[in-house]
Nanobody, 128 residues
Framework: QVQLVESGGGLVQAGESLTLSCAASASEITFSINAIDFAWYRQVPGKQRELVASKGSGGSTNYADSVKGRFAISVYNVKNDLITVYLRMNSLKPEDTATYYC???????????????WGQGAQVTVSS
């Protein structure tokens, strides 16, 4: 079980920057026996949730074409039972307005089964 709590959303003007944080907490054994991939998704009303950025347990990153060169995902092991995932968003555009969600895919190193966990979401609004 992984708990995810996002923070850092808000209202900004076009061209400004914002950083979202996701505190991922779990037991020490959860983090030690599982491989965890983290990702940020976003969703606007009436549309499907879309992948914004991801970082695999091996360090590889992936970005949606619409945010490449503007957004950056980073993952920091704060302590044995806490990991913080950031999404740095630069040169924000009105079309970046959405609710942003943090996701953790927890993959057992022994059984190779994967469980997905989601945060509650953080609203980002970019005015023109």
């Amino acid at each position: 079980q992984v708990q995810l709590v996002e923070s850092g959303g808000g209202l900004v003007q076009a061209g400004e920057s914002l950083t979202l944080s996701c505190a991922a907490s779990a037991s020490e054994i959860t983090f030690s026996i599982n491989a965890i991939d983290f990702a940020w998704y976003r969703q606007v009303p009436g549309k499907q949730r879309e992948l914004v950025a991801s970082k695999g347990s091996g360090g590889s990153t992936n970005y949606a074409d619409s945010v490449k060169g503007r957004f950056a995902i980073s993952v920091y092991n704060v302590k044995n039972d806490l990991i913080t995932v950031y999404l740095r968003m630069n040169s924000l555009k009105p079309e970046d307005t959405a609710t942003y969600y943090c996701k953790a895919d927890v993959r057992s190193k022994f059984t190779h089964t994967t469980n997905a966990f989601w945060g509650q979401g953080a609203q980002v609004t970019v005015s023109s």
